[in-house]
């Protein structure tokens, strides 16, 4: 078996991007001794961080000023190669872009999206990989389609004001200035099948996460119900019920209806882009992980996929997990494809010292793999 190791982790949350783990995992193996190759991958799940693991991956960065998601500028970036661009919803409308305790569930805009989308294809793109998750917005998509043409107005004409209670006072869709993007291949990367609408849609299930109180989960999804019904009907179509639907904050309503994007798991588009099932041939081990690795991780989150990819490969190759903190029991452990779990936890119990000293914890816990596995 080659001396050949791929180091593939997602974020963790808080504490250390993915590109940071990789680092700190590659610098622990070489200091506990192990001389073979380490090969950083660091992926992600269609969430914040999926540009930063193209990147990585070799795609090259454009950065531009657009709307941020209550219409200050922000600096977002997408990633481009060979005609496919990678553009990451967060980048553009993230909570992460909203100062501390200001959340805006009523009023940010996925606008910037649009215009990412925009510059992404005035460079060539003819395959775009919509990565949603971690956004501030619950506005249906409304705003990137108006980045993209569509002009939204109420009863007296007037355009509507951006966010997704607005949408309520939706009486017209106007079409004709649409960019024709009909020769252009979109995917959207993501994890997410809820639909629209309901108790399981965009408003209910992800709007108080955005700050949305319960009065104002009803006004989103009134705001939803309206554009949906708008839209179906300019369209001819229907999208409000598709898997992926509810996506960030109904984003993917707006890709599935108006620019056919087909739904795909973040992580399997994630490893494509990155040449996995290639890397892995002769390849001794595979180090993934997360912040946390609990329940939620067994639903089409980052590692348990890269496990998954693993497994599948002609020969199988073993992959071990790094977390901060790990619920899963050894049997979940075992069924989700990792062979052991090492958590900064064991090194540092007290869980706010494990976050600040994560990188350092990191770089040992790489040692006892190296120990446990790389003799």
Not at 212 to 241: K, Q, Y
Not at 248 to 253: E, L, N, S
Not at 318 to 327: L, R, S
Not at 353 to 368: F, N, Q
Request: net charge negative; proline share 6%.
């Amino acid at each position: 078996m080659a001396d050949r190791v791929l180091v593939a982790p997602d974020k963790f949350k808080g504490s250390l991007p993915a590109t940071e783990v990789a680092a700190r995992v590659s610098a622990g193996l070489a200091r506990a001794g192990f001389a073979g190759e380490v090969v950083p991958l660091p992926v992600a799940d269609g969430g914040d961080g999926t540009v930063d693991a193209a990147v990585s991956a070799g795609y090259r960065r454009v950065e531009m000023a657009v709307p941020g998601p209550v219409g200050e500028p922000v600096m977002a970036g997408f990633a481009l190669l060979d005609g496919t661009a990678v553009v990451e919803a967060a980048q553009a409308c993230g909570l992460s872009l909203l100062p501390p305790g200001q959340l805006a569930p009523l009023t940010a805009t996925s606008r910037g999206v649009g215009e990412l989308i925009l510059a992404a294809t005035r460079l060539g793109a003819r395959r775009i990989v919509l990565a949603v998750g971690g956004v501030a917005t619950t506005d249906g998509g409304a705003g990137l389609m108006e980045a993209l043409g569509a002009r939204l107005t109420d009863e007296a004409g007037s355009q509507l004001a951006p966010g997704g209670a607005a949408l309520a006072r939706l009486a017209a869709l106007d079409l004709s200035r649409l960019r024709d993007l009909s020769g252009v291949e979109f995917l959207l990367a993501s994890d997410v099948n809820n639909p629209l609408l309901g108790p399981s849609g965009a408003a209910a299930v992800y709007g108080p996460q955005k700050g949305a109180s319960p009065a104002d989960v009803e006004l989103l999804e009134a705001g939803l119900a309206r554009w949906a019904d708008v839209a179906e009907a300019a369209c001819g179509a229907a999208a409000r019920d598709a898997p992926g639907a509810g996506a960030a904050g109904g984003i993917g309503f707006a890709a599935r209806l108006f620019l056919g994007a087909r739904v795909r798991p973040g992580i399997e588009v994630l490893l494509e882009m990155v040449s996995f099932s290639g890397q892995l041939d002769g390849a001794r081990l595979v180090i993934t992980g997360e912040g946390s690795l609990d329940a939620q991780s067994l639903h089409g989150k980052a590692p348990v996929g890269v496990a998954r990819a693993a497994a599948a490969h002609d020969p199988p190759v073993p992959v071990v997990a790094v977390a901060g903190v790990c619920a899963l029991s050894a049997a979940e452990l075992r069924e989700a494809g990792f062979a052991a779990c090492y958590t900064l936890t064991d090194l540092e119990p007290d869980v706010t010292k494990s976050i600040a000293g994560a990188g350092p914890l990191m770089e040992r816990l790489a040692g006892r793999i190296a120990a446990d596995w790389l003799r």
